[in-house]
């Protein structure tokens, strides 16, 4: 049996998953089109298929599943057929596969006369022959086939590590726009999408200073006519656009997102996020962040948001959850006007500071040359640590180590990282092992692939915690930076500067920033990674 790697695989897992959102036609096309782009069944597989212990023991029908699936595989639908008693099949329609007509027949009985859910068995049916019958391949033998500029590499893996990013810095450096080409990045170049000013894929919200709850975005109940009615805010019409196209990442850009105390806005999506926990088969769902309510106005409401029945139904269900192929970016500028974070939003966000600034930038292209983004590059399948441990322990251990060494050094300050820290250096360095070529085509090794991405995990996850003064910082910078260059060192044998284009040394943003910070504490007796 052939091997997929675990991009390939959770891609895979992901078709699947979707198949549950389409029409019976399409289920029948993009089920025989995964079957064939994933070559799923070889030859024995096929022979033997009616005789798999899933037909035995739980269906029985007088058709086998497939009759034949193989390369070719026209989406021509020549007949519809009637099985031998005269029933009309509930899928009805016959491929053309190689000069037979192959009926995907799905009106089968359970014994009790009643016919069952015959979408969801076709899926757990994929799943778990995919599971039990396809090995991971080596994650870190190649980049996946994907052409990513290495400038666009952080965000990527950072959101596919946690979908809640923040991008900090001064005004005018493009934070917002790089959402936006994130977005368009998603679609094929020269497409409509890929052309229009705003893809559909993106939305931008301008926080406002006097937001100081949750109504602008998530919504509210007015009473204004005489009955109540929830007006839904922008956010939660956008989440559920993402829910009924599953297969596009969505991303929502909180511009100048520390105007107003994110706290008090965004308290519902701080809580939710949290929540989030994947089911080992490469979906991840949450709390939801608009309750199920049995007040008519609710139900009205999800009738305004969708027009996707079994959508609707899910959210009439379950309530209005965060679908995972939403991705939330906050732009921040670093000044004296804006609020504050607080440890409770840098603990669930992911940060990149953006201060570099190529005044040749845009004067060639008018779009970001970032390559074309899948969901698999973006959307995570893991959440938490225990999500990708056994599969890289000896990576992960390296990350521990690290961390443990790092944490000793914060004991006794508010610094101190804990298990939702831990968890979001393992997922980022885990993200990071496939990209292991350099700009110029190199492939660089596993370990310096390891010290790269924890160099930039420090900055987003740890730095981006640490201010005070001198009494409450004291020499905590100056150990930082020689314990960090030391770990970098000893897990890459390269040493690491603060400096650009120091020669025999690599860069490091974590050293840079430390640098930084030290000179302000020494100039103004106060430091933050904020200002």
């Given at each position: ?406 944490n000793a050094n914060l004991e006794g300050t508010p610094f101190k990282v804990a298990y939702r820290t831990r968890n979001e250096f393992l997922l980022y360095v885990v993200n990071n092992l496939p990209y292991n070529k350099e700009e110029d085509g190199s492939e660089i090794t596993q370990k310096e692939i390891i010290a790269r991405a924890l160099d930039e995990i420090t900055s987003m996850k740890i730095l981006s915690r640490i201010e005070g003064d001198e009494t409450k910082i004291g020499n905590l910078l100056e150990q930082l930076r020689e314990i960090i260059s030391g770990q970098l060192k000893t897990i890459s044998d390269i040493e690491y500067s603060a400096t650009k284009n120091e020669e025999g040394k690599a ?25």
């Amino acid at each position: 049996m052939k091997q997929l790697n675990e991009f390939e695989k959770q891609m895979l897992i992901y078709r699947i998953d979707n198949l549950k959102n389409l029409s019976n036609k399409d289920f029948m096309v993009s089920f025989a089109g995964i079957v064939n782009d994933f070559d799923l069944l070889q030859k024995e597989d096929i022979e033997n298929l009616q005789d798999h212990d899933w037909c035995r023991d739980n269906i029985k029908h007088e058709y086998t599943i497939i009759k034949s699936i193989s390369k070719n595989v026209s989406n021509t639908l020549v007949e519809e057929k009637k099985d031998n008693t005269g029933r009309q099949r509930y899928y009805d329609n016959v491929f053309y596969i190689r000069g037979k007509n192959v009926l995907l027949s799905s009106e089968w009985y359970d014994g009790t006369g009643r016919k069952p859910d015959n979408k969801t068995i076709f899926i757990n049916w994929l799943r778990s022959f995919v599971n039990s019958h396809y090995s991971n391949g080596n994650l870190q033998a190649r980049n996946n086939g994907i052409k990513i500029n290495n400038i666009h590499r952080p965000y990527i893996t950072a959101i596919k590590s946690k979908p809640f990013l923040l991008l900090a810095g001064i005004s005018g450096t493009g934070k917002s726009r790089i959402v936006r080409e994130l977005a368009r990045a998603c679609w094929d170049d020269g497409s409509e999408e890929y052309e229009a000013q705003k893809p559909r894929n993106f939305e931008m919200v301008q926080v406002k200073p006097n937001w100081h709850d949750s109504s602008e975005l998530i919504g509210y109940v007015s009473r204004v006519s005489g009955k109540p009615v929830f007006e839904a805010g922008d956010f939660l019409k956008f989440v559920a656009k993402a829910w009924e196209n599953p297969e596009v990442p969505y991303f929502l850009c909180l511009d100048e997102m520390n105007l107003a105390p994110v706290e008090q806005y965004f308290a519902e999506y701080l809580s939710v996020v949290e929540s989030r926990k994947a089911d080992g088969n490469g979906v991840i769902t949450t709390d939801p962040i608009l309750k199920k309510c049995d007040e008519q106005w609710y139900f009205d409401l999800t009738a305004k948001l969708t027009n996707d029945d079994e959508i609707r139904a899910r959210f009439n269900k379950d309530g209005i959850c965060i679908p995972q192929n939403l991705i939330v970016v906050g732009t921040v500028n670093m000044d004296e006007t804006t609020f504050s974070f607080s440890r409770k939003v840098l603990d669930r966000a992911m940060t990149i500071e953006m201060n570099e600034v190529d005044l040749y930038g845009g004067l060639t292209d008018r779009h970001e040359k970032i390559g074309k983004l899948e969901v698999g590059n973006l959307i995570g399948t893991a959440v938490e640590g225990v999500d990708v441990y056994k599969n890289n322990k000896d990576v992960c251990e390296k990350v521990i180590n690290y961390l443990k060494v790092i944490n000793a050094n914060l004991e006794g300050t508010p610094f101190k990282v804990a298990y939702r820290t831990r968890n979001e250096f393992l997922l980022y360095v885990v993200n990071n092992l496939p990209y292991n070529k350099e700009e110029d085509g190199s492939e660089i090794t596993q370990k310096e692939i390891i010290a790269r991405a924890l160099d930039e995990i420090t900055s987003m996850k740890i730095l981006s915690r640490i201010e005070g003064d001198e009494t409450k910082i004291g020499n905590l910078l100056e150990q930082l930076r020689e314990i960090i260059s030391g770990q970098l060192k000893t897990i890459s044998d390269i040493e690491y500067s603060a400096t650009k284009n120091e020669e025999g040394k690599a860069y490091s943003i974590s050293l840079a920033k430390l640098k930084e910070m030290e000179k302000r504490l020494k100039t103004s007796g106060y430091t933050s990674f904020w200002s």
